[in-house]
Every structure is written in structure tokens, then in C-alpha cells.
């Protein structure tokens, strides 16, 4: 199977081992992700991959900050779908009318004078030529696995292998993230 596949299987599979409680909104986009796996060619967009691009991974230029000078935390980089790091980034991009749970995410971008994830979009497309239609699929895969990491901190607190009180409403998280990827999943965008 290829990198997306790959991908959707073992968020999928993580999320089932640190189940603490029945989240049915994660079962149905574990579903609707599954159910929707972009094709996969050997093409020239596979490049290397972050798997963690998000704006406080990127320095930038003090003098001009809409050009990056550094991306950092690379643990995670492999070959593979440039939009699987557009889709996180896309994620933790929060905006005006955004959820409490998904602003929790990264509460910086919802400010005046950011652009929006639209936009960021078309950017994006402008810039690479790729076609975006798909992008919804991307986003809604990056908002299922934070809530998979979500989860998995939350599963370590929940059998006290940790006993970090900022862990306590993890759970409560999860759902929020699940529930915002949900309705990414059944938007028309």
C-alpha cells in the first residue's frame, strides 16, 4: 500500500490500542477516511515529508515573516504526500469562528491580519500548480491523528503511567477534535 494508506492504517490502529472510551465521531472518520484514500500513482509530487509542519516548527525571518528561514523537528520526515504536511498545517491553522477545541490548537492564527485556511489554499495551489479539491481529506486525516496523539496521552494519564494534571480532560479533547474533523469530513469543501 502507499504512504497515504499506509498512514490512514496506522493512526487507525493507534487509536484502537489507546481507546479509553467509545468516541464514535473517531470511528466514523477512521470510516470515512478509509472509505476515501486518494489515489495513489508513483508521481513527481512524493517529496519529502515533515509530518509535523505547523507554524511554531518554522522560523522566520525577523525582518520579513513571510519568508521562513528554518523548519524544525524533523524526527518524523519521510517521502511521501506533500499535502499530508499541508493538511497539518492546515489543522493547527486556526481562524475566526473556529471551535474552542480547535482554536486550543493554536490560537495565534484566529488573530486579525492572518489569512485564512482558504486562502492559504489558493496559495498553496498557486504556487505548486497541484490540484486542491481533495485538500478536506488531508485536514480531516491531520485532525483524526492529533486526536490519536491527544488520545494516546490521554490513555498513559488514564492508567497512571503519568500523573500530569494538564492530561486530566484529555478526553474531552479528543471528542472536540474528533467531532471538528467530522464536520470538515461532511462539508462540501
Given at each position: ?46 517529496t ?16 520579513d ?26 489543522c ?12 486550543g ?13 482558504d486562502?492559504l ?12 479539491t ?9 485532525l ?21 494534571e ?5 478526553d ?14 461532511r462539508?462540501?469543501?
Amino acid at each position: 500500500i502507499g504512504f497515504v494508506s499506509r498512514q490512514v492504517k496506522g493512526w487507525t490502529e493507534r487509536w484502537q490500542r489507546s481507546r479509553t472510551s467509545e468516541v464514535p465521531e473517531m470511528e466514523e472518520v477512521a470510516l470515512w477516511l478509509q472509505e476515501r484514500i486518494p489515489p495513489e500513482t508513483p508521481d513527481a509530487r512524493a517529496t519529502i515529508v515533515h509530518n509535523d509542519f505547523k507554524l511554531d516548527n518554522v522560523m522566520l525571518d525577523a525582518g520579513d515573516p513571510s519568508r521562513a528561514v528554518a523548519v524544525l523537528d524533523w524526527e518524523m520526515s519521510t517521502v511521501g504526500d506533500p499535502l499530508v504536511d499541508l493538511g497539518i498545517f492546515l489543522c493547527y491553522w486556526s481562524q475566526q469562528g473556529d471551535s474552542e477545541t480547535r482554536r486550543g490548537l493554536s490560537s495565534l492564527t484566529a488573530a486579525p491580519g492572518w489569512m485564512t485556511r482558504d486562502e492559504l489554499v489558493e496559495r498553496y495551489a498557486g504556487l505548486t500548480g497541484f490540484d486542491l479539491t481533495g485538500i478536506s481529506f488531508y485536514e480531516t486525516f491531520a485532525l483524526f491523528k492529533v486526536a490519536v496523539v491527544v488520545q494516546q496521552i490521554y490513555f498513559r494519564y488514564a492508567r497512571g503511567q503519568t500523573r500530569d494534571e494538564r492530561f486530566r480532560d484529555y478526553d474531552r479533547h479528543v471528542v472536540g477534535l474528533a467531532r471538528a474533523a467530522l464536520e470538515l469530513a461532511r462539508s462540501p469543501r
